[in-house]
C-alpha cells in the first residue's frame, strides 16, 4: 500500500514493506519527479505540481491509499505571491525628478509615466524593454518615490554590468533632483565592504557583488562555494527598515549555476522591493528561471531549477537526464501568464517610441591571397590535429571556432599559438601584415563616404583594435576596450563626443551595454563573437532615445568562411550552432561547408541544419 497526502504546500509519500521488485519501482517513480526522502519521518516528500505524474506514475505498481484533498491541492498549487501592493494608490511626483518622462507614440504616449507608476504601487516588477527605451529613468524614478519621498525603504542596491556602474551613477544624479551624491558608494574590488551607515545607495557590477560575496565568506569563514543561506549582512546595513534590490541588465544572472547569479537569487531574500531590467531577458526559457526566482520565487512555483524544467520540458537524452528535448508550449503560455499578470510586461523599442529609419548594410569581402592561404592551411592542420587526438565530434570542432576565427579576423593573433603549427604555416604567420587585411580598407572607404562624421567601429580583439588605431590614427581615434578602467571610460565617452575625434574603437563585450552613443549615426562591425545577446545590446548603443537622425550599420564578412557562418548564427539568435551541437557527426562535405561558408549557403542551413 502506498500512502499519498497533502502536507502543506508539498506531497506526502510512504509505504510499509513492499517486495523488493516493487520497492525500486516506487522509489525510481519518486526520484524522477526529484521527491526526497526524510530520514526522520521515513517519508518522501515533493512538490505537488507533480500530483497527476506522480500518481499516473505509481497506481500500475501498487494500490494508492490517496487521501489529497483536491481543493487544498489547487490552493497549494496556486502558491502565495511574495509581491505586496500598496494599500492607497500612489501617483508620480515628477517634482522629484530633473526631467519628464519620455513621450511614446500611440498608444503608448505615456509608457515610462505608467511603468513608474507600477513600481511605486508594488513590491517587485520586471521592465522587459528593448534597449533605447530609457529604462534608467524609470529605476532612478522608483529610486527617488521610494527611498526619498514615501520611505519606504532604508537602502538600495543598485547591479548592473561593468560598463554601467559609472554610468549609472551619473545618470541617477542627473534624473534625481538634489540628491546627495556623497550617499552614493561604488562597490569594486578596492571596496568589498561597501555596505556603510553613512551609505544609501550602492552600485557594483555583478562581478563586483561576487567578489564583495567572496570577502564576507573570508570574514565569516565560510568555506563552502554555495552556502545555503544569505551571508551579507544586510540586515545591519537595512537598520531596521526595508531594502530594496534593483538589477540592470539581469540577464546577467540568467544562470543559477553561475556565482553571480547564484549569490544575487540567494540573497534576494534580504530585499522586500525588486525591480529588474533588460532588454533582452532570455532567448530561451531556461535563462527566465533564475531572474523569475530573484523577482518572486512564486513565478517558478517555488521550485529547484531542477524540478522546474522537468514541469516546464521534456527532459532526456542519451547525454543528459536533464537534456531539454522539447519544451511545453502549455506551461510556457501558463508561466507567461502569471509573469503578465502583475510581475512585469515586455515592450519592443519601435511599439513605444518613434525613431529614425535604421539601414543595416551586409558588406561581403574576398579575403587578400595571402590571408586566404593562411586561414585555409590553418583549417587543414587544425583538422588533421583533432583527427589525431580523437577529438572528432560536433561539439569538439564547435568549440574551435572561436579559435579558427583568429585566422579570420586576424591571423596576428596566432603567433602565441606557433607549437601547434607546420613550419611552413608559422611562417606565413609572422610574414602576415596588417594592409593585408580587407577590413581595413573595407573602412576607410565607409570613413571617406562619411566625411568628419563620428563613428563607432566595434571589434573583440585588443590587438585588431591597436592595429586599427595606427592604421587610421590620422582620425584621432579612441580605444575603449577591457583594460581601460572602468572610472575612465564616461570621460573617454566624453572626449570623444565633444572633441576633434572621428573614430570610437570599442570592444563589443566592453561597450554593448550602459551606454548611449547617439552622437554617431554611423557604426561599422570589423569583428563579432558568437554571442547574438551582446551582438543585439551593441547595436542599440546608437538607436535609440535622443537619435534624431538616420542611423546607418555597416557589417563587414569575409566570404567563404566561418564569418559567413557566424553571421548566419547571429541571425538566428544563436540556433543554427545549438542545431549543430545535436547533430553527433557532420561528413567532410558539410565540414568543408561549414568552414567556407558562402553567402548562397544560407538556404542550406535553413533547410537543413534550422
Not at 522546474?308 to 511545453?328: H, I, P, Q, Y
Not at 592561404?373 to 574551435?400: H, P
Amino acid at each position: 500500500m502506498i500512502n499519498v497526502r497533502l502536507f502543506g504546500n508539498k506531497l506526502e509519500v510512504d509505504f510499509t514493506n513492499p517486495a523488493y521488485s516493487i520497492f525500486n519501482q516506487i522509489v525510481a517513480v519518486l526520484k524522477s519527479l526529484k521527491f526526497t526522502f526524510e530520514k526522520e519521518s521515513k517519508k518522501w516528500y515533493g512538490s505537488a505540481y507533480f500530483y497527476d505524474n506522480l500518481i499516473s506514475g505509481l497506481e500500475d505498481i501498487d494500490q494508492i491509499n490517496n487521501t489529497v484533498d483536491m481543493h487544498k491541492l489547487e490552493e497549494a498549487l496556486a502558491g502565495e505571491k511574495e509581491q505586496s501592493f500598496s494599500r492607497i494608490k500612489r501617483e508620480v511626483d515628477l517634482s522629484l525628478m530633473n526631467y519628464p518622462p519620455k513621450q511614446g507614440k500611440h498608444p503608448y504616449e505615456n509608457f515610462q509615466l505608467e511603468g513608474i507608476e507600477k513600481g511605486i504601487n508594488r513590491s517587485r516588477y520586471a521592465y522587459f524593454w528593448q534597449m533605447g527605451t530609457g529604462k534608467s529613468y524609470v529605476a532612478a524614478a522608483l529610486i527617488a518615490h521610494r527611498l526619498y519621498k514615501y520611505h519606504d525603504c532604508k537602502k538600495v542596491l543598485f547591479l548592473t554590468t561593468s560598463i554601467g556602474v559609472r554610468n549609472l551613477k551619473y545618470e541617477i544624479c542627473k534624473f534625481i533632483k538634489d540628491i546627495d551624491e556623497s550617499k552614493i558608494s561604488i562597490g569594486d574590488k578596492n571596496n568589498r565592504t561597501p555596505f556603510t551607515d553613512n551609505v544609501d545607495i550602492v552600485i557594483c557590477s555583478y562581478n563586483s557583488f561576487r567578489l564583495i560575496c567572496d570577502k564576507y565568506k573570508e570574514i565569516k569563514k565560510i568555506k563552502a562555494k554555495s552556502p545555503k543561506k544569505p551571508f551579507v549582512p544586510f540586515d545591519e546595513w537595512a537598520q531596521g527598515g526595508e531594502l530594496m534590490l534593483i538589477c540592470d541588465e539581469s540577464h546577467e544572472i540568467m544562470y543559477n549555476t553561475s556565482q553571480r547569479g547564484y549569490n544575487v537569487a540567494l540573497h534576494s531574500s534580504c530585499f522586500k522591493y525588486r525591480y529588474l531590467f533588460s532588454g533582452t531577458p532570455a532567448d530561451n526559457p531556461e535563462k527566465l528561471y533564475n531572474q523569475f526566482y530573484t523577482l518572486d520565487p512564486w513565478l517558478v512555483y517555488n521550485m529547484t531549477f531542477g524540478m522546474w524544467k522537468s514541469k516546464m520540458a521534456v527532459l532526456g537524452n542519451r547525454f543528459s537526464t536533464m537534456a531539454v528535448v522539447s519544451w511545453k508550449q502549455d506551461e510556457l503560455e501558463a508561466s507567461n501568464k502569471r509573469f503578465l499578470q502583475s510581475h512585469g510586461n515586455y515592450y519592443n523599442t519601435t511599439d513605444l517610441i518613434d525613431l529614425p529609419n535604421y539601414y543595416e548594410k551586409k558588406i561581403y569581402l574576398d579575403m587578400k591571397p595571402y590571408h586566404r592561404e593562411i586561414y585555409e592551411q590553418l583549417c587543414v592542420e587544425d583538422l588533421q590535429r583533432s583527427i589525431s587526438k580523437g577529438e572528432t565530434s560536433t561539439r569538439d570542432f564547435i568549440n574551435r571556432f572561436p579559435f579558427l576565427m583568429s585566422a579570420v579576423d586576424n591571423p596576428a593573433m596566432l603567433l602565441k599559438h606557433e607549437d601547434r603549427f607546420s613550419d611552413g604555416l608559422n611562417k606565413l604567420i609572422k610574414n602576415f601584415k596588417p594592409n593585408v587585411l580587407e577590413k581595413f580598407d573595407a573602412i576607410e572607404d565607409i570613413i571617406n563616404d562619411h566625411p568628419g562624421e563620428k563613428i563607432l567601429i566595434w571589434d573583440v580583439h585588443p590587438l585588431t583594435m591597436k592595429m586599427m588605431a595606427d592604421r587610421f590614427k590620422k582620425y584621432n581615434p579612441i580605444i575603449i576596450d577591457g583594460s581601460v578602467p572602468q572610472e575612465e571610460r564616461n570621460d573617454l565617452l566624453k572626449e570623444f563626443e565633444v572633441g576633434d575625434h572621428q573614430l570610437l574603437i570599442a570592444n563589443i563585450m566592453t561597450l554593448n551595454t550602459s551606454a548611449t552613443l547617439t552622437f554617431c549615426k554611423v557604426q561599422i562591425y570589423s569583428a563579432r563573437n558568437f554571442d547574438s545577446t551582446i551582438y543585439d545590446q551593441s547595436k542599440a548603443r546608437i538607436y535609440r532615445i535622443s537619435q534624431t537622425r538616420d542611423v546607418e550599420t555597416y557589417i563587414l564578412i569575409y566570404k567563404d568562411s566561418l564569418d559567413v557562418l557566424l553571421d548566419i548564427n547571429l541571425t538566428s539568435k544563436g540556433i543554427l550552432t545549438k542545431k549543430l551541437l545535436d547533430k553527433d557527426f557532420l561528413s567532410q562535405e558539410e565540414w568543408k561547408k561549414v568552414f567556407n561558408t558562402k553567402e548562397s549557403d544560407i538556404d542550406y542551413f535553413e533547410k537543413e541544419i534550422l
